[in-house]
C-alpha cells in the first residue's frame, strides 16, 4: 500500500501551503456529546507533534452558545504548547477578548457572516451590527500585540437566502479586513462552492485590491466539492486552507453544513501537488484514527479509511 502520494508537481501553484488547522474548535463544537478536555488537550498535542503549525484551540463564547466548548480556560490551562506553534482562539465580542488577554492568548478570530439572515442567527444581530461589536475587538487586540483573523461565513451561499451574490462577500470581506484583521477566511459554510465560483471570487477580491496573501480557503464538503474548490484557490496563489483532521466539524447554527475539508485529504493532495506543508501524513493519519476512536465512529476522511484500514 502506498503511504505517500506520488507528487507529480503542477506550474502556477504555489510551492508551499499552511494548513490551518481548526478541528478542536470548529470541528468539535458541533459533536452531540461533550469531549473531555483530555482528549481535546491530547488532539492538540498529537497535531502539533504532525507538525501542524497553526492549531485553532478553542472558542470563548459563551457555554449556553456553545456548550461543547465551555472548558476553554481549563484546556487553555493543561493542553501541552510547542514553539513555533500558534494555538488561535475564536472570540464574538469584547467580553470574550477580556477572558483571552486573561489567559495569555497571543492569536483570536472574529466570525462575521456575509447574509444578513446568518448574521441574526449566528450572531443575533445584523452584518452592520455585528462590525459596529468587532471593531472595538480588533483594535484592542491589535493595541495588545495580537494577531486577529477574520472569518466570514456563507461566502458562496446561505440555506435561507440562497446564492450569496459575488459582490456582497467581497464587501463584507472588506468591511473586516478594513477593521485590522491580519487575515480573512472565506467560508463555504454550507459547501455549496464550485470551483468557478471559487476562482470568480478570489478575482473579485484581487479586482478590489485584496490579494490571495491577505485570504484564506474554508470549505465544507456536504457536496464532495471541498478539494477540487481548494485546487481552484491554490492556482489564485492562495497559501492558507483551513482543514479539520478527520473530517470533523459542521455548524451548530446551520443544519446543512456537514463536515470540514479534512485535513489528511487535504494533506496528500498538496503532496501529491508537490506542495510543501511540513506535515508528516503519517502522524497525521495516526491522529485522525485515533480522534475517531475516541469518538467512536468512524472517521469520514477518506485517507483516513485507506491508511489506517478503518
Known amino acids: 500500500m502506498m503511504r505517500e502520494p506520488y507528487a507529480v508537481p503542477r506550474p502556477g501553484l504555489p510551492e508551499r501551503v499552511t494548513v490551518y488547522e481548526v478541528g478542536p474548535r470548529d470541528g468539535l463544537q458541533n459533536e452531540a456529546a461533550i469531549v473531555p478536555v483530555e482528549v481535546k488537550a491530547e488532539l ?21 452558545w456553545v456548550p461543547q466548548l465551555a472548558d476553554a480556560e481549563q484546556l ?5 504548547r510547542q514553539d513555533g506553534v500558534r494555538y488561535p ?8 477578548l477580556d477572558r483571552a488577554l486573561a489567559l495569555g492568548v497571543t492569536d483570536i478570530a472574529i466570525f462575521g457572516s456575509a447574509t444578513e439572515t446568518f448574521a441574526q442567527r449566528n450572531l443575533n444581530r445584523s452584518v452592520a451590527g455585528s462590525m459596529e461589536m468587532f471593531a472595538p475587538v480588533v483594535a484592542r487586540a491589535r493595541q495588545e500585540g495580537m494577531r486577529a483573523r477574520g472569518y466570514l461565513s456563507m461566502c458562496y451561499g446561505d440555506p435561507w437566502e440562497g446564492p450569496t451574490p459575488i459582490e456582497r462577500t467581497v464587501a463584507v470581506g472588506r468591511d473586516l479586513l478594513d477593521l ?18 471559487v476562482a470568480a471570487l478570489l478575482d473579485a477580491f484581487a479586482a478590489r485590491d485584496v490579494g490571495p496573501g491577505r485570504l484564506a480557503v474554508h470549505f465544507h464538503d456536504t457536496y464532495g466539492q471541498a478539494l477540487a474548490n481548494t485546487l481552484a484557490a491554490l492556482q489564485r496563489g492562495i497559501t492558507v486552507v483551513d482543514a479539520a483532521t478527520g473530517g470533523l466539524g459542521g455548524c451548530p447554527f446551520a443544519e446543512s453544513a456537514t463536515g470540514n475539508l479534512a485535513t489528511e485529504d487535504l494533506v496528500w493532495m498538496l503532496h501529491g501537488l508537490g506542495v510543501q506543508t511540513g506535515v508528516d501524513l503519517a502522524a497525521l493519519v495516526e491522529t485522525g484514527a485515533w480522534m475517531a476512536g475516541s469518538l467512536g465512529r468512524p472517521s469520514p476522511s477518506r485517507v483516513v479509511q485507506a491508511l489506517s484500514g478503518k
Open 76 to 80: 487553555l490551562g493543561v493542553m501541552p
Open 44 to 64: 492538540i498535542g498529537r497535531l502539533a507533534r504532525a507538525g501542524l503549525t497553526t492549531i485553532e484551540a478553542t472558542s470563548l463564547v459563551h457555554p449556553k
Open 180 to 197: 485590522g484583521c491580519d487575515e480573512l477566511s472565506l467560508g463555504d459554510t454550507i459547501g455549496v462552492a464550485t470551483p468557478g465560483h
Open 89 to 96: 482562539v475564536l472570540v464574538p465580542n469584547e467580553r470574550g
